[in-house]
């Protein structure tokens, strides 16, 4: 009879830990919400944050998400993300209403943000009701201390996470105005970039 060895039983395969939810993300921008992002990602998120294409303008994002969903392989267990994501600006796309239509119909996740992102890190701060113009509000960013240039402030990330749901609840009632007035969906201020977020906070 063999001795037992007094060393663990090694984990069969349905006993190893299960690959971490996947979040594809494609973005505007270049620098400041990937390091945004990422802010989160070093703070264990309970997904795994895929980080694709950067630097496109919204219609050629929701093009190149369309592309990596028709490439998934078609079993569940063998697929490179679980949810995929285009992040960006409205600026003056001329394209943004079509690309929003694209990709609801295709089942990509967006996180909007108008005039642009930097909205969404003043809301960490404070509120911002009256329409304002991108530089305007690049700058207030700066001034609030939680960007510098087109990163993350070192000194605000601890800031950035613990003011979140304050600026989620910010973020929520600009909807809730628009709605309440009568103006287009997405108009300035707006943004739900906190969607994402809340999805890298909590997972599916």
């Known amino acids: 009879m063999r001795k037992p060895s007094g060393r663990s ?22 620098r400041t919400e990937p390091d945004y992002l990422f802010v989160w990602v070093r703070r264990n998120a309970p997904v795994r944050l895929n980080l694709a294409d950067t630097g496109m303008t919204p219609d050629a994002l929701v093009r190149r998400a369309r592309e990596y969903l028709r490439s998934q392989p078609r079993k569940r267990d063998r697929q490179d993300f679980d949810e995929i994501w285009c992040v960006f600006d409205t600026d003056e796309h001329e394209n943004l209403p079509q690309a929003l239509e694209e990709a609801r119909q295709s089942g990509i996740r967006v996180a909007v943000s108008n005039p642009c992102f930097e909205l969404w890190l003043v809301l960490h701060a404070q509120n911002q009701t009256a329409p304002i113009h991108r530089h305007a509000v690049q700058r207030l960013s700066e001034e609030l201390g939680l960007s510098d240039g087109k990163i993350i402030a070192d000194t605000a990330r601890n800031r950035l996470v613990d003011a979140f749901d304050d600026a989620k609840q910010r973020g929520r009632t600009l909807d809730e105005r628009h709605v ?9 201020p707006s943004t739900d970039v906190w969607r994402l977020v809340d999805r890298l906070r909590n997972g599916p």
């Open 9 to 30: 039983p090694r984990r069969s395969h349905a006993q190893k830990r299960a690959p971490r939810y996947v979040l594809r993300v494609l973005m505007e921008g270049e």
């Open 180 to 188: 309440g007035n009568g103006s287009p969906p997405r108009e300035n």
